[in-house]
């Protein structure tokens, strides 16, 4: 039985799904000591994103098979180079399982206490999650795909609200002083550009699939460079929101 592809809203949730992880919850505390020149570490990281995405995005054309990044490498640079790839994309996609894994069980002790005192509950939900989200994944590429449809859904609304009613509630004093950080405004911006470009990984996921796509050569580009530029928006406007409506200071807390 033919397995059913992936189409539009399906692949530009991959996208911005792998993008929309940890990073937009955690970062906002992480660049409270900036001050309001972390905007601009966000637009530049936004900029450079988007750069790579039309960089994936023509790949995508050139090369139709699964694999994204390492395919890439592979067909154009061989096999080694190809494998080196491969291998620190790997390790890169556990570590930042890792670390989701912890966000999550991290932001979970809100609704439930126990998780920050009990070490044997916390690892075991982190681990249970990561496994069940591994079946999933087993179960086949579309079923993978309506997953991550529906869960990519459920944490952007939120989002999306927080950075449109937070706008009505922003304080531009919060912003003063411009750069917080008593460094010079250039290294102030290459440390945003640090933190927030981290926010950025996952935009290259829309390739990984490509022979389980559905005209791969014009789903995959589109659904790359809207995700990117979707996820740009969302992170942008959700960080003015949250740093206009929350002190310096208590955001950095």
Known sequence: ?????????????????????????????????????????????????????????????????????????????????????????WISIWTTNAAIAVAFVSYMTLFWEALGDNAVLSVGLGLATIWVLTWVNVLGVHTAGVVQLVTTVLKVLPLLAIAFFGLFYVDVSNFQPFNASGQSPFAAVTATVALTVWAFLGLESGTTPAEHVHEPEKTIPRATIIGTLGTAVIYILGTVAVMGTIAPADLAG
């Open 1 to 89: 039985m033919a397995t059913r592809k992936l189409g539009m809203w399906m692949v530009t949730a991959l996208v911005v799904g792998n993008m929309i992880g940890s990073g937009i919850f955690l970062l906002p505390a992480a660049l409270g000591s900036f001050g309001g020149i972390s905007l601009i570490g966000w637009i530049v990281s936004a900029a450079g994103a988007t750069l790579l995405a039309l960089v994936f995005s023509r790949l995508s054309r050139l090369v139709k098979k699964s694999g994204g990044p390492y395919v890439y490498t592979r067909e154009a640079f061989g096999d080694f180079p190809g494998f080196l790839v491969a291998w620190g994309y």
